[in-house]
């Protein structure tokens, strides 16, 4: 185990990211007096700039959600996930083309204000997109869901392999650099 003082400087996960977190939990159980392993999941939780420039648009955001059916094979100790479609999505706002929902099934006013930071604020007046499937154009890990074989993450610098994309946001504020979260499932024994 690695010492208690360690500089986040000397740690290179990747190009435009900015946090990262990796979390694992076994699932286990008892029968009477055995306890019974099964698999290791692994969640990694990034936070990213989607480009290295500054948002100079009105505000917007994007955002999919992907199931994965997870089936364990207990014989040979191996977690399968089934893509289970290309996951519920919406955009609203201004972009920069760095996303888009690929079937909208519904559009509806939003508004999202906020005053805690003064009254010269940005507010987000728009319509919001509904559907299903995301196409992601940026940086860290670009990807579409309409695609199963787009929508596996590498984890280079982060661990080995590669990951299941659960969730992804993207929040476009006028005078910052847009930020991508992604939420991504592993599992240890790959």
Same mark, same amino acid.
């Given at each position: 185990?690695?010492g @208690? @003082? ?15 977190q990796?979390?694992s !939990?076994?699932?286990?159980?008892? &029968? ?5 392993l099964? +698999?290791t999941?692994?969640n990694?939780a990034?936070? =990213?700039?989607?480009?290295?420039t500054?948002?100079?648009? @009105? +505000?917007?955001r =994007?955002g999919?959600?992907? /199931? ?5 094979? @207990?014989?040979r100790?191996?977690?399968?996930? $089934?893509?289970?479609g290309?996951?519920? &999505?919406? $955009?609203?706002?201004d972009?920069?083309?760095l ?6 099934? $519904? !559009?509806?006013?939003?508004? /999202?204000?906020? =005053?805690?930071?003064? +009254?010269?604020g940005f507010?987000?007046?728009t319509?919001?997109t509904?559907?299903?499937?995301? =196409?992601?154009?940026?940086k860290?890990y670009?990807?579409?869901?309409? /695609?199963?074989g ?5 984890? &280079?610098?982060?661990g ?8 992804f946001?993207l ?6 650099? +847009?930020?991508?979260n ?6 240890? /024994?790959?």
């Open positions: 185990m690695a @208690c @003082c360690q500089l986040v400087g000397d740690l290179y996960v990747g190009d435009y990211i900015i946090s990262v990796v979390k !939990n076994t699932e286990m159980g008892r &029968s009477g007096s055995a306890i019974i099964g +698999p999941l692994g990694v990034i936070s =990213a700039y989607a480009t290295k500054i948002h100079t648009g @009105c +505000p917007g =994007a999919v959600s992907l /199931n994965w059916l997870k089936k364990y094979d @207990c014989d100790d191996e977690l399968h996930f $089934i893509f289970l290309s996951g519920k &999505s919406s $955009i609203s706002g972009v920069e083309g996303a888009s929902v690929q079937n909208g099934i $519904i !559009n509806y006013p939003i508004l /999202n204000a906020s =005053a805690a930071s003064g +009254p010269t507010y987000e007046h319509t919001q509904d559907g299903f499937g995301m =196409a992601y154009r940026g860290p670009a990807f579409n869901t309409g /695609n199963k787009e929508v596996r993450i590498p984890l &280079s610098g982060i080995s392999g590669s990951g299941y994309l659960q969730s946001s929040q476009c504020v006028p005078g910052q650099v +847009p930020i991508v992604y939420n991504i499932v592993f599992t240890m /024994n790959e």
